[in-house]
């Protein structure tokens, strides 16, 4: 039974503070992806789970013992690396049992394990090969058996797959996602992208600058998103904001530049606030334009094929509508938008925080 | 790309060909002068076509001034000195590139300036030093009245172990021409360039420093080490002021200083140039040994390294 517990964790490099206080639980069993933009920590973060990186505040624990002050091959974890960082001059086979031969496991042993992850991984026919004599995804899997022949409480990965091309990306990732369940492990990848983030992880742990802005099941993530960099940053189609404020009774809004928003009856927020309202563009639906309701003029359609994104020109920010593939739209005309009030995320202005 | 440019091409190969005759003709001059008798070589203009005394000449040449003895001489010294400069370098890039400590970085540029200070600029000092290395503790111990006492409760001749010097000694040949920073530098370079996820996957699958090191570091620079080991071998054949001026003792020639001997033993005879001619050929060879068996290596490494 493995977990990983982060405990205030701060880092600093000299005084650019990079980690400001991450908290964590993360439980065993569980595939734990940390998401968020480049720059935000979440390499530093995992490295520090691994021991490459010292800790500067706070604490981790891995199965409850406080790792901070423990060698790397004292934690029991074992990590995959983006560019793989396999030992040039080893063979596949050596590559993969090197922690073993370091352990002076008894030579049989080692054939027995080698062989058996081979298997696992389908890289049996290569064994004898040199690391540059693979492609890119063989490679890919010589270095996750060399993680997993360790048989670690945690495994850690960051951005496996960034190096792989779109195809092989996505046959890896509904691999890796076997292997974590077959394994009974505790995993945690770091990756930027959201969509490999979503189909991994069963905790989604999203960062932002030095800081974790929210912790969930990637459904519960998308469903509500804690906080504004979270409802900008998840979801393929980037959500639409607007600046508004909620009416005096509770029931409805008023956007900035004339709209309003009813909520149908039901407290839509706490009375007489400035807040952000928040649409996705697959909630909101083409409707006849209405005096005083959301709309706006045609700017651009893009055809995806199974949906049209029609950005319309409100006169302010503009947004974008996903509407249905078979919708023809004239050119610059006028559109009004129906929403429900269960699809708006509030977020308070000044917090960013979800209301 | 085709380029056609005869004059170009003229003069570059007339100024090739001008350089390998320069390079072989006296290579060629000494293979001739081994074949042939003492009066034949003497004669002017000396012969050009090679004669039948080779194998006579070459044996005088072994049996002469104990060539057989310096040429194991020079062996022990250049081999020493090769696998003595790797090892020394390879350690102290590592330490400089690998590990935080104080002053690393003064370490590094310690070593850097001593580019600038091969073993003929420093003859002097480092002869004292290699006459006396522990001379200095004999000072300290009499500066410090401690001779007396450690003399007394050990029983230790400290005079004995001031006076141990190293000339005369292979310590003596090898160890003052063993320290390098050329191949430091070279090896900090190399290890600049391996990628620091090497490291990190090394220390998370369990291995020490000194692991790394050996089953990492070491096999990654195998092109680096055969080239050196090329280069520094025939430095160390070749090394001719250091010891002519350690060694006195004919025991402990080297076969460059033992040729050289021959030729200003005797200033009034003339010198006998079919026979030193020959100890010159069976000088030349093991250095030429050693180019033509790790070439293969070399080219090797190059190119496996290059995929
Ligand atoms: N050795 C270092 N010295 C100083 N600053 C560093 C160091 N390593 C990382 N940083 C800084 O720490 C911050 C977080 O870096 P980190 O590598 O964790 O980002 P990341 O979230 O993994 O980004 P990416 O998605 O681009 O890999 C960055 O702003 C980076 O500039
Ligand atoms: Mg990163």
Known sequence: ???????????????????????????????????GPSGCGKSTLLRMIAGLEEITGGEIAIDGRVVNRLEPRERDIAMVFQNYALYPHMSVAENM????????????????????????????????????????????????????????????????????????????RTELKRLHLRLDATSILVT????????????????NAGRVEQVGTPGEVYARPATLFVA??????????????????????????????????????PPDREVVVGVRPDALALAPSTAGGLGGRVELVEDLGSVKLVHLDDGRDGFVVAAPPDTELGEATEHGVKVRAKDLHLFDAASGRRL | MIERTPWLDLVCHILLIAGVVAVCLPLYYALIAATHTLPDVLQVPMPLTPGNELWTNLKTAMARGDLGRQLVNSLIVSVGVTVGKIALSILSAFAITYFRFPFRMTAFWLIFATLMLPIEVRIVPTYAVAAHPLQGLGWLLDQTGLRGPLESLTGWNVEAVVKWSLLDSYAGLILPLMASATATFLFRQLFLTIPEELLEAAKIDGASPMRFLIDVLWPMSRTNVVALTVILFVFGWNQYLWPLLITTEASMTTAVIGLSKQISAAPEAVPKWNTLMAGALLITLPPVMVVVALQRWFVKGLVDSEK
Do not use: C, W
């Not at chain 1, 493995?2 to 206080?21: M, Q």
């Not at chain 1, 930027?192 to 960062?207: C, F, G, K, P």
């Not at chain 1, 005096?248 to 900035?256: C, P």
């Open chain 1, 232 to 269: 900008g940053f998840i979801g393929s189609l980037p959500m639409n904001f607007f600046k508004g404020k909620v009416a005096d009774d509770g029931r409805s809004l008023s956007l900035d530049g004339g709209a309003a928003l009813a909520g149908e009856g039901a407290q839509i927020g």
């Open chain 1, 192 to 207: 930027h992208d959201q969509v490999e983030a979503m189909s991994l992880a069963n905790r989604l742990i999203v960062m």
């Open chain 1, 1 to 35: 039974m493995a977990t990983v517990d982060i405990r205030k964790v701060e880092k600093s490099y000299g005084p650019a503070k990079v980690l400001h206080g991450v908290d964590l639980e993360i439980r065993h069993g569980e595939f734990a992806v940390i998401l």
């Open chain 1, 97 to 172: 049992s090197y922690s073993l031969r370091i352990a002076h496991a008894p030579k049989q042993t080692i054939r027995d394990k080698v062989a058996g992850v081979a298997g696992i991984l389908g890289i049996g026919d290569f064994l004898a090969r040199k690391p540059t004599q693979l492609s890119g995804g063989q490679r890919q899997r010589v270095a996750m058996g060399r993680a997993i022949i360790r048989e670690p409480k945690v495994f850690l990965f960051d951005e496996p797959l960034s190096n792989l091309d779109a195809k092989l990306r996505h046959q890896m």
